[in-house]
């Protein structure tokens, strides 16, 4: 059974930094060939890409956390990050894992909070 299981969410102030850590485990998600992302969905809104990581390393963001999220994989220990700096309170979302296989399944994890006060 494929798991993704996030971690490092919580409460911060305005220009403040978070860097959450998303972890899978499960025999049948080689992790290093899937893609990886971030989505957010913040109250009454619908969920929304944050940033995503290609297998071969490249990454996308939306535009709306360019220059302050960075998001990077490490496929030794199956887990992928986002280093989310000089945050908003508009970055206030519950941030989910999500994991996409090359034969096009796509996982989810269970979601974490970031709450940023202004």
């Known amino acids: 059974q494929v798991q993704l299981v996030e971690s490092g969410g919580g409460l911060v102030q305005a220009g403040g930094s978070l860097r959450l850590s998303c972890t899978a485990s499960?025999?049948?998600?080689?992790?290093?060939?899937?893609?990886m992302a971030w989505y957010r969905q913040a109250p009454g809104k619908q969920r929304e890409l944050a940033a995503g990581?290609?297998?071969?390393?490249?990454?996308n963001y939306a535009d709306s956390v360019k220059g302050r999220f960075t998001i990077s994989r490490d496929n030794a220990k199956n887990t992928v990050y986002l280093q989310m700096n000089s945050l908003k309170p508009e970055d206030t979302a519950v941030y989910y894992c999500?994991?996409?296989?090359?034969?096009?399944?796509?996982?989810w994890g269970q979601g974490t909070q970031v709450t940023v006060s202004s």
């Open positions: 999500h994991g996409l296989t090359p034969k096009g399944y796509n996982y």
């Open positions: 499960g025999s049948t998600f080689t992790f290093r060939l899937n893609a």
């Open positions: 990581i290609s297998s071969s390393g490249n990454t």
